[in-house]
């Protein structure tokens, strides 16, 4: 036996398509031998609350061994994963290609889609990770000026929480009747590019249903940036959901039935030369890494996720083949940055902070700790005050710092952080400060 992260991790395909993958007995069984794993191991009990439920159900149990664990209660351990894959990425001395071959996230993935598949998911958790239609429908015109109003009443939220189980102290975010496509729609032209490297510097970008109905202004800082640099941007006109949000929930169909939308839209955006990029890093990592492993043997899947980039990654690259302008007018001074989980995961260095320390008289403070957001978990009842423990070490790192900015690439996790802050005032994204600094 030997001691495993010698060398780089390796993921194997997601077998979801086997009749294997869904048998409960043989499900039952890679969960006792994992757990019995992790309970001999234990060094990811600081990093969300999977591990420490496991290891009280493990304390508690007659035997003091995963053997006394109710196999009933395996659930529970699954019902506080929402797929970050740190474990997996920086704490697991297990993972492939070691012989005890643990993954960790995947597993749990696996028993959330076996869950959802016998008893489906509650009317809440439904409607949150439906993000098309729902936030397509409380965005309509004045439609989304009531729902504004509404969440910034103590007393509706309140009644939200007593009815449909979203905490009343979770920040919520605003809607947008006016979204990113159609503010971006009328400020594209044409730029004659240049390639550099393996970046085409065509783009075409991916909205995302949180860009376009919730932060709809970080569009436009994406457009000036790229524009100001030589580089081409359309906003994609179709597109759908992702499907991280129904990939978290264990429905499998959904998230089958929104690549089959999405893929050949973009594949034939890369045929047509453009590079792809989203501001969310949870739909880059969708891309990148769930859906080809989904998908392995899917030409257009690994077509899209070649062509695909986190937006700092593809500046970076480009800053590298000497195609991105260095002339700040405006310095940033400190800023601390939360590293979002899912950007970590993609395994391309802190690009984000590289290309903002490019900016004279600024300096980033990268914070590597997980926001404990992850789109619904801090904002359902059950789980909201568990998402807050796990947030409050990055927290307390902020407000020592002090920073005159505050920033993440993931916007829910960084007003998640500046909720909870004493010291931020509103969280930013890493694009609109690069905008600031060039002045535009």
């Known amino acids: 036996m030997r001691e495993g992260s010698l060398e780089a991790p390796t993921r194997h395909p997601i077998e979801w398509k086997s009749e294997q993958y869904w048998d409960k007995e043989d499900l039952n069984q890679e969960l006792e031998r994992v757990y019995d794993i992790c309970h001999g191991c234990r060094r990811c009990v600081s990093l969300c609350d999977s591990f420490p439920t496991l290891f009280d159900l493990v304390d508690e149990s007659d035997t003091m061994e995963v053997d006394g664990v109710d196999k009933a209660d395996y659930i529970k351990v699954v019902d506080q994963c929402y797929l970050c894959d740190l474990c997996y990425m920086t704490k697991c001395p297990y993972v492939p290609p070691h012989e005890w071959n643990v993954d960790f996230p995947h597993l749990m993935l696996r028993a959330k889609a076996v869950k959802y598949r016998e008893h489906g998911a ?5 409607v949150l990770t439906s993000t098309d239609r729902t936030f397509g429908m409380v965005s309509i015109p004045l439609v989304d000026v009531t729902v504004n109003a509404m969440n910034k009443s103590p007393s509706f939220r309140k009644v939200l ?10 920040p919520v975010p605003e809607f947008h009747s006016n979204t990113m496509k159609k503010r971006l729609a009328p400020l594209t032209r044409e730029i004659a590019t240049t390639a550099v490297g393996n970046t ?7 909205a995302t249903c949180f860009g376009n109905y919730n932060s709809p202004h970080i569009g436009e800082d994406f457009l000036k940036v790229f524009q100001h640099n030589g580089m081409h941007m359309d906003i994609i006109p179709k597109e759908k959901c992702c499907g991280m949000p129904k990939l978290e929930l264990g429905d499998l169909e959904s998230v089958n039935r929104l690549k089959e939308a999405n893929i050949p839209v973009l594949a034939a955006l890369v045929d047509a030369g453009y590079d792809l990029v989203a501001p969310i890093p949870s739909c880059v990592l969708m891309y990148k890494q769930e859906l080809p492993l989904m998908y392995p043997g899917d030409e257009d899947v690994k077509k899209v996720q070649a062509a695909f980039f986190d937006p700092f990654e593809y500046l970076w690259l480009r800053h590298k083949g000497g195609a991105l302008k260095t002339e700040f007018p405006q310095a940033m001074g400190d800023i601390a940055y939360q590293v979002a989980c899912h950007q970590r995961v993609q395994n391309i260095g802190l690009k984000t902070r590289d290309v903002l320390n490019l900016i004279p008289d600024t ?22 005050d568990k998402s807050v423990k796990i947030a409050r070490p990055v927290v307390r790192k902020v407000d020592q710092q002090e920073p005159d900015h505050f920033m993440s690439d993931c916007p829910m996790a960084a007003t998640h952080i500046a909720n909870l802050s004493e010291k ?13 600094a060039y002045g535009l």
């Open 122 to 126: 509650n009317l809440r958790d439904r």
């Open 363 to 384: 300096a980033v403070t990268a914070h590597e700790r997980c926001s404990g957001h992850d789109g619904t978990y801090a904002v359902k009842t059950e789980t909201h």
């Open 200 to 206: 085409t510097g065509k783009v075409a970008l991916y």
């Open 424 to 436: 931020v005032d509103k969280a930013e994204h890493p694009m609109t400060l690069l905008r600031m």
């Open 161 to 170: 929480e007593s009815t449909v189980g979203i905490h009343h102290a979770a």
